[in-house]
C-alpha cells in the first residue's frame, strides 16, 4: 500500500510510522557519539550502560527485577527479536498458536524455523481473545504462543483477566511465550498495560520484546530489545551471536541517558491520546465507522455502510480515487477473513490528519 500510496501521492495513513519529527534532543545525543568516537562494534549483548538503563525502567515500570548482564539483548528491531526467539526455540513439527489477524511477521518467522502456526481467531469486532478456542488449540506439540498487547492490527488491548487466563493455560506445561510489546507505552483510555515482565510465572517462560523506534517516534532506527531469563537468553544469543551480532553503536549510546528521562515514555499515552480522539472526532462525520480500540497507533474502521467490496479491492480503489492509503485489515489473517475493515495510522501530524480526513469525507 506503501509503493501505491507513493505513486498515487496519496496520504500514507497505512503503514505505521510517525511523520512528524522525533525529538531533538535525541538526535543531538546521537551526533554526539559519533562525534566522541562510539563508531565500532558495540557489544554482542549491547552497550552495557544502555542495558543497565532498561533494566531500571523495567524495575520502575513493572517491579521486575532483571539482571542487564544476562537478561537483556539489544537486537536491530522487535522483528528481529520476534524472529531470533523462535529461531531459538523451534525445532521441525513445532506448533505455535497464533492468533487470526496479527502482525505479519509472526506465520513466516514460524514456518522458515520449521514450526507449524496454529491460528486462533479473535472475536469481531471486539478483537478479544476466546481462551476456550486457545485451549483447544493446545497439542502435545504446542511449543509456543505469541501474544501482542496493544495489538496490531486492531488496537485490542489484553485485560487481566486474558494474563489469568494465559497462567492456567500455560501452567504445568513447558509451553514458551513470545511476547511482542512494542507499543507498550502507545495505550490509550487510562488502560494499563499487562506486560510478562510483571508476572515471574510468565516471565520464566518468556520473550518479551520491545521496539525503540515505536518509543522514539523513529522506525528507521530498527533498535529494540528482548527481556528473557538467563537461561532463554543464553541460548537466543547464542543465535543472535551468528546473525546481527550486534546493533549500531550512537544510538545505543545516545539512548543510554535518554531513557532515564521517563518523562519522554510516560507522555506517550496522553500525546497519542489526543491524536487518536483528534482523528476519530474528525472521521466521525465521515460514513466510516470506528470499532473501539485502546492502545497501538492504529485505528480501524468499518466501511460496510459504504461498499460491499472485499478490503483489498476497496482500498486500492480509495487509494487511487480518493488519494489516501490505509490497509485491508485481511491482509493480516490467515484464513484472509474480510469483515470490510480498514486500519488507519494517526500517529501524523495535524495537517496530515487534515488533509486526509477531508478526503475520507468524500467516500
Ligand atoms: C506488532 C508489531 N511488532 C513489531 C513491529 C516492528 O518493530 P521494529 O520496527 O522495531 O522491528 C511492528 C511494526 O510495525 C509491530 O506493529
Known sequence: MSGMATKARAINL???????????????????????????YAPMPGHPPLLESIAE??????????NPQTEITIT??????????????????DEVIVFDPSYDSYVPNIVVN????????LDYPTYKIDWEKVRAAKTAKTKAIILNSPHNPTGAVRSLDDINELRNFVKDTNIFIVSDEVYEHIILDGKPHYSML?????FERSFVCFSFGKVYHCTGWKLGYCVAPEWLTTEFRKVHQFNAFSCFTPTQVALASFLKNSEHYLSIPDFMQKKRDYFQEKMSASRF???PTHGSYFQIYSYKEISDEPDTV??????????????????????GKDDRVLRFCFAKKKETIDLAVEKLMKV
Open 198 to 202: 510483571h508476572y515471574p510465572d510468565l
Open 114 to 121: 520449521g514450526g507449524v502456526p496454529v491460528t486462533v481467531p
Open 76 to 93: 536491530p528491531g522487535g522483528t528481529y527479536a520476534i524472529y531470533t526467539a523462535f529461531t531459538t526455540i523451534l525445532q521441525a513439527g
Open 289 to 291: 465507522q470506528a470499532l
Open 14 to 40: 497505512g503503514q505505521g510510522f510517525p511523520d512528524f519529527p522525533m525529538n531533538a534532543e535525541l538526535v543531538e545525543l546521537v551526533n554526539k557519539a559519533m562525534k566522541d568516537g562510539f563508531n565500532q
Open 57 to 66: 525502567k523495567i524495575e520502575s515500570l513493572y517491579n521486575q527485577s532483571v
Open 314 to 335: 476497496f482500498a486500492k480503489n480509495m487509494v487511487a480515487t480518493h488519494g489516501v492509503a490505509a490497509i485491508p485489515v485481511s491482509a493480516f489473517y490467515q484464513s
